[in-house]
């Protein structure tokens, strides 16, 4: 790994989860998309996280993200109770309901970077208020690419600050549904070139187990979702395929076609270990071979030759 | 084309549909899954087509199946009125609600093979009862690949004869949630190997707008749904991606792995033609040409190197 081309700086929610699947749950896991997001780029590439915990949160259950060179000088804590998010998956472990939300010291989160942070080229503003998102993107010298989440939520209640932070970046990930409510059309295609012509060149839209679309400037690429034999629970995995496409960006230093489309399988490839249990925990003890060995099978899974060979 | 490798055998419905979308709609058009299914193979090779229609069916509307080397000796007519269905889409397209169905001459329906129709080599059973497509398989000589179709109605009210025509083919096609159903397994792809362990080779996954999937013994494939800006009418997409697949294996004459995936692309290929107008419209003039510059489409759609080149 060299450090040359620079770190990923990701902004976002710093959680403690409450998980009902069909099969088992699990309370007060450490979640939130920053840690999600940091728990999968790391494998490929460094990570200078900003976040707000508040001082409950079991911050020893981070070092695996220190150990594996996740500079977490931007994680604030703060008096007060953590962000804390709770879900239900249904039978199909695709679609979930929200059971509790409480916001804690998240409510009155205003990202400060610390000054090394301000060098970062990789910049991934998760899924939080697009004011803030605008707040940090401003303290950023000179990024290489800025890519930003977010969700319905925000799609509603501040269309405008969302439109400003759209206006400014390079790529936005966000899954299908959200992408209809944003453009108005129920088309996908067509929800792509609608958010194209406000600003970002790359629309990534994810699909969960469907896996995600790559919309570029002259291209659609297409990535599946990995045929997993046991989900275990897919909290997270979104935040760990932004991760994953991040994480391939800055190791490798490149945003040609050729690149984004490897990013996103990778991005495919850390979503898809995200799943594979409770929390962040398989990706703590990822490997960055397991990673190169799951694109492998990715390559396999969609290969065909357009004629006989 | 060479006639050398044998033609296609299809039964299904033949039917007239009353189909409401958020943006149009039609009634009384042709459709039924034997009719989207000829439609979509004889683009690429010899179809005979085994079905009934009441003396109220336009068979005038099924000229342009005759005109494409469509055997319609097999399509008996029959004293009362033709099998009748609508359906109305939801605002995604991707989802729709049966509004009604008419069985008509269908509920009796008892398919007898035209002498020459029983030496076919490639033999789709659509999506009718169970004791049915047992029946039709008893009277093919020597069929190279035999594949089914099913739905909800045929997996709960005769799970048993059902089982016995899964015990006797190569392939079958059914959707996700069919797949979820049969097997009990929310799973995918553990829903396929449960079927595949009842005796099919190959399980295909049908996902709409999200593409499909190819179980076969050693592999999976993953093909996706091609990214149209206008879907008119998901109406028969299923029935030409059957078609499709089948369309490829009776041209080329080969059931390789490789073959097998280029087939599925195919069929996604014709899928995605039959929603880009209403009934089997868009089938009617489409070219082998049309289908190979999609195919090749589906090879930029999905390409990527798993490393930088």
């Not at 079991?58 to 879900?87: M, N, Y």
């Not at 996908?188 to 629309?203: E, M, S, T």
């Not at 945003?255 to 990778?266: F, I, N, S």
Request: hydrophobic share 40%; net charge negative.
């Amino acid at each position: 790994m060299t450090e040359s081309n620079g770190s990923i700086l990701v902004v976002g929610s710093v959680a403690l989860d409450q998980i009902a699947t069909p099969f088992d749950n699990v309370q007060e896991v450490i979640g939130g998309a920053a840690v999600h997001f940091a728990a999968a780029a790391s494998v490929l590439a460094p990570v200078q996280l900003v976040g707000v915990i508040g001082e409950d949160y079991p911050t020893s259950e981070l070092d695996f993200l220190k150990e594996r060179g996740v500079d977490l000088a931007g994680l604030e804590q703060r008096p007060g109770e953590s962000f804390r998010w709770g879900g239900r998956y249904h039978y199909d472990m695709n679609t979930r309901e929200t059971t509790h939300t409480e916001l804690g010291v998240f409510a009155e989160f205003s990202p400060a970077l610390p000054a090394d942070f301000r060098s970062a080229r990789w910049v991934f503003l998760g899924n939080i208020d697009p004011t803030l998102q605008l707040d940090v993107l401003d303290q950023i010298a000179e990024p290489i690419l800025v890519a930003c989440d977010t969700m319905n939520y925000w799609i509603e209640g501040t269309p405008d600050a969302l439109l400003e932070v759209i206006g400014r970046i390079d790529m936005i990930t966000l899954n299908d549904e959200e992408a209809r409510q944003l453009s108005g059309s129920p088309n996908l295609a067509r929800a792509a070139r609608w958010i194209q012509d406000r600003g970002p060149r790359h629309v990534v839209i994810k699909k969960g187990e469907h896996g995600a679309m790559l919309f570029s400037e002259d291209a659609i690429f297409f990535a599946p979702g990995y045929p997993l034999e046991d989900v275990i629970d897919p909290t997270g995995a979104g935040d760990a395929f932004a991760g994953g496409i991040f994480g391939y960006l800055a190791r490798f230093g490149r945003t040609g076609e050729d690149d984004l489309r490897r990013a996103v399988v990778y991005g495919c490839a850390l979503g898809s270990f995200a799943c594979e249990e409770f929390g962040p925990e398989r990706l703590k003890t990822l490997s960055r071979q397991e990673v190169e060995e799951r694109v492998r099978l990715f390559k396999e899974l969609t290969h065909f030759e357009a004629h006989a060979t």
